[in-house]
């Protein structure tokens, strides 16, 4: 009889530690494409025509009033691409797209406002914008706050420094957090809310149909944020 519960007391735990290092066990990754990292997409070239130079100067007065910016910041962390005055449905706006720097870590953005609202247009009468005349600065302004007809200039972190010293150092600490054994680079973005430069991971899980992980990393403050998704969405 001893013997018997003996022996039931070893297979019991025989499953309890089995059961134990499954669960410390990492579910196994894989990239699925080469990582494509920093990530430039300005191909373009800037405008030069008067009313294109006139309505970048306005654009760099805005932005950096808004974040607070001293020229010295903005000449080395901010590359401009291209910009572009176009007609849409609504009138006709001005876009710019530009690099933030800081560090290593590079985010491409493309910012807009509206500069000329179409006659017939009657969209935001409570902001009493003109209509058929070119816009001004202060009507400009008027309209990237209330982010009407489209209008947004983002946010930028006024910060000279991140966190890392390399892009692998902040990848190995997203990784650490996730519980995976590799996450893939996939660029770096500007956080909508606070300015902040973001990096971005992922990986697929390997014998998990349509099964990924995607992660963050905040390249500012180390915040990290990692969730399940699907790979494809049909």
Not at 118 to 138: E, G, I, V, W
Not at 152 to 169: G, H, Q
Not at 173 to 196: K, P
Request: hydrophobic share 40%.
């Amino acid at each position: 009889m001893v013997m018997k519960y003996s022996r039931l007391f070893f297979i019991a735990l025989f499953f309890i530690f089995t059961a134990c290092e499954d669960n410390n066990q990492f579910r196994e990754t894989a990239c699925t494409q080469e990582n494509a990292f920093p990530e430039d997409r300005a191909t373009g070239s800037l405008c030069s025509d008067e009313l294109c130079t006139e309505y970048l100067a306005i654009w760099k007065e805005l932005i950096m009033k808004k974040n607070n910016l001293s020229q010295d910041f903005f000449d080395t962390h901010i590359e401009l691409g291209e910009s572009e005055i176009h007609s849409w449905e609504k009138g006709v706006s001005f876009s710019i797209c530009y690099s933030f720097k800081v560090g290593w870590a590079t985010a491409f953005n493309c910012d807009q406002f509206i500069i000329k609202i179409d006659a017939d247009n009657s969209f935001f009468p409570a902001l009493d914008l003109p209509r058929d005349t070119y816009l001004t600065k202060n009507q400009i302004k008027l309209a990237v706050d209330n982010r009407a007809f489209s209008s947004e200039i983002i946010k930028i972190a006024n910060v000279d420094n991140i966190k890392f010293s390399t892009p692998d150092n902040a990848l190995s600490d997203l990784i650490e957090f996730s519980g995976v054994n590799q996450l893939c680079l996939n660029g770096t973005i500007i956080n909508e809310d606070n300015g902040h430069l973001i990096l971005q991971a992922y990986a697929q899980y390997v014998n998990e149909v349509n099964s990924c992980i995607q992660g963050t990393i905040d390249l500012i403050t180390g915040d990290k944020n990692v969730n399940d998704a699907p790979c494809l969405i049909n």
